[in-house]
């Protein structure tokens, strides 16, 4: 390959460059025009609105009156939510203790006079958690294992407590250990069961 001879032409060199970095591999505006674009577009907005706002009382006034409105309606919305979350606890509670409870605990002794003893158990077990949420001593999840609602029980310091452990310790025995539940068992999980189930009435 021959060098050029003469001066290089700055309209050849220019071309030449030109043409260079129009090639795929250089042309950075395929990769992020679209982004670019996008940003941009989005700065040149916020730069208008902030604008507007340094140069006009009125469009100043109606942000402020718009951030003013959203923080009340977020406010409003909190303690909307917090009266309806407590007026709905309270209802959830009046019904496990008016209905949930009970309906347990008469599944339970229908399951066991009709000798299906494992579950009678379970049905006690409901019975039990049902009339101890009822009275605020925990909250009712289905994530939550015997030992979970044990650990919320000795938290609040409820006087459940004790019984709670107790009945824990033989319900976790039938349903982990034997995997079932005879007549026996069964009536000691009801003598440990009676007193929190039917605690206040």
């Known amino acids: 390959m021959t060098r050029p001879s003469g001066p290089l032409d700055p309209l050849t060199v220019s071309d030449t460059i030109a043409a260079v970095f129009r090639q795929r591999d250089y042309d950075r505006t395929v990769i992020d025009s679209a982004l670019d674009r996008a940003w ?48 709905g606890g309270a209802r959830a509670r009046r019904g496990r203790r008016g ?27 409901r019975a039990l958690l049902d009339a101890i949420a009822g009275r605020g001593d925990v909250g009712i999840h289905p994530s939550k294992t015997v030992g979970d609602y044990g650990r919320e029980l000795r938290r609040r310091s409820s006087t459940a407590w004790n019984g709670y452990r107790e009945f824990a310790r033989s319900y976790e025995t039938v349903v982990y250990g034997l995997g079932s539940c005879d007549q026996t068992r069964y009536e000691r999980l009801l003598a440990l069961a009676t007193p929190l189930v039917q605690k206040d009435g």
Do not use: F, M
Request: proline share 1%.
């Open 40 to 87: 941009r577009w989005v700065g040149e907005r916020i730069g208008e609105l902030v604008a507007a706002i340094r140069h006009s009382p009125a469009a100043r006034w109606v942000v402020i009156a718009v951030l003013v409105s959203l923080g009340l309606a977020i406010l409003g919305r909190a303690i909307y939510l917090g009266a309806i979350g407590e007026d």
């Open 99 to 125: 209905a949930g409870s009970h309906d347990a605990w008469a599944d339970a002794q229908r399951l066991a006079a009709a000798g299906n003893y494992t579950s009678a158990a379970h049905a006690l077990y």
